[in-house]
């Protein structure tokens, strides 16, 4: 138990970090639509 | 030594790592480069940044070289929590100041600094104090982010140490240089990229290295009982309560984070910072983890530096190409700062010093930007100097975050209560950071009496912290409750124990004095000030371009 406990709180770290790294590309991708739609520069 | 210990690149190969590295930034920034740039994108993307680019932003700016080395090392000193009481509290940095920003962001829309907010509060004195602090503290972080780059550089290669940090200034001054801020925020989405693929693929990788979970199972065994315990006293007093009396400070005092406050479209202010704050947390304590894994084994660092931590777990059981991901790993972090720290020092020069004291509100553009892109090559040139010479300048740092504490209530109570004045507020931070340096410096014996007021000051700089945290998310009258039970609380343990914990004595009591001072100073005042005043000072300052609000 305590090996997985302890792998666990080793690689969730990577995991949340994959998914905020999904969401910020999700959100960059609908930022460039966006900024497409509306004619004007990403930044 | 490197030889010995170090995985070595050739000279070729870390040459070609920075040309890809420097060279695919600057090429990523011809993307938005324009021959005329207006001056309020320059330095704030015309507040039009989406909550992608915004979220990737805030988190490179905010992760630094140090970052990883530090959480290492906490996690290689406390054991199980060390990471958690580096990461966490860094994180909620990011958080803690949603929601002020967006008091910062309805009172002055159109803002660039948040000096120039206080300048239309408050007059020059008050904001030149902010601004000043500011550059001090981007000067000492540019500093810092140039050595790391040439530390990595000697470690890893045949390369001096001056050609790494001479390659890192002239590296991000070349993509910043021409569109600022825009820049930054576009080379930061890319640079976050590769930090993130590059952590989530190192850390497992690292653990599996090692011999997996078993291993780590096994290395229990070698933690004393304060490192095996997940709420250490020792880690939460010596790591966690420092960075966590510094999480308002850093996020009111420092103008990278503000800058972003104002680009971002204002709808998109809340998931931004709350994705940033997930986002930097979990890269930060998942590097910390190499650092733990490290006590696992039963390593040593090199010479006793835990600087080593990482580089050296690293060389011992990855791959040559896993070295070379690191090294991208480290350059990108401490790039991204560091060409955050350029933008927020054109910035506060461009703004507050030549737009509201020199032109007084009305600059030329273009004179603003060559003042703004002339401020980015001194810094450089101060920032390359600095480091090349291994200056210690970091007890500097002892008094820009003192600095910061201190204004973090004048700053705050500034933006919610018109009875603020400007001596109120200047009183308010030179008492703070007297009794800071009285307390820190131990320039008086900290014993009896004077021991038992400086405890029951920083007891109440305690209350102020959590009060106004508590207001910030839940208004005005929790704040208040849980700031008082706080401080009596914190007074009951403080008293006889604080005197011990000097840093920690001595930031709180800069809250806690500035605080004090405010609030009698302003009382004393019947003036009360018209927050729609602000609007109409703090003004775009290019006609041509006026920024539009979501």
Known sequence: MQTFILALYVLIWPLISLAVLAIIGVATVKDIRVALLEKRELV | MNEESFYQFSTLTVLALLAAFYGGTYLLTLLIKKKKENTDAFMVSNHQIGFGLGAASMTATWIWAASFYGAATSGYTY?????????????????????????????????????????????????????????LGSIISLMVNFTASGALVSVLSPLSFQAGVVIAGVGVLSYTLWSGFRAS?????????????????????????????????????LLTPEQANLFSMDAILNQGAPFFVAVLAY?????????????VREDHIKPTF???????????????????????????????????????????????????????????????????????????????????????????PTKMLFIGRLTMIVATLIGVILASFSMDILIMLVFVGALWGAIVFPVIASCFWNRVTNTAFTSAVIAGLLMFCIA??????MVGVIAGLFELLAAMGGGVVLGLMAFGFCGRRVGLIVGALSAIGLAFFSVGFLRDYTVLLASLMAYGVSTIVCIGISLLSSSKFDFTQIDQKVINYDPAKPATQA
């Open chain 2, 274 to 364: 709350i994705t940033a704050t997930i986002g930097y947390g979990a890269i930060v304590i998942g590097l910390g983890m190499i650092g733990l894994m490290a006590l696992m084994t039963g390593m040593e660092p090199i010479d006793g530096d835990m600087n080593n931590l990482i580089p050296q777990m690293v060389s011992m059981y990855l791959s040559p190409v896993f070295i070379g991901l690191f090294f991208i790993l480290v350059i990108g972090s401490l790039s991204s700062t560091a060409d955050s720290d350029l933008s927020a020092m054109s910035a506060i020069v461009m703004a507050d010093v030549y737009g509201k004291n020199i032109a007084k509100n009305n600059p030329d």
């Open chain 2, 440 to 445: 820190r410096f131990e320039l008086v014996p």
């Open chain 2, 251 to 263: 996020a009111i005092g420092n103008q990278t984070i503000s800058q972003r406050l104002f680009a």
């Open chain 2, 185 to 221: 925020v576009l080379t930061d989405f890319a640079q976050l990229m590769a930090m993130m693929a590059v952590a989530i693929l190192i850390i497992p990788a690292v653990m599996f290295a090692l011999g997996g979970p078993q291993t780590l199972s096994d290395g229990m065994s």
């Open chain 2, 79 to 135: 054991g199980i929590s060390g990471p958690l009481h580096y990461g966490l509290w860094g994180a909620l940095m990011i958080l803690f100041i949603y929601p002020f920003g967006r008091r910062f962001r309805k009172l002055a829309p159109n803002a660039h600094t948040l000096g120039e907010l206080i300048h239309a509060r408050h007059g020059s004195s008050s904001q030149l104090i902010l601004a000043s602090s500011n550059i």
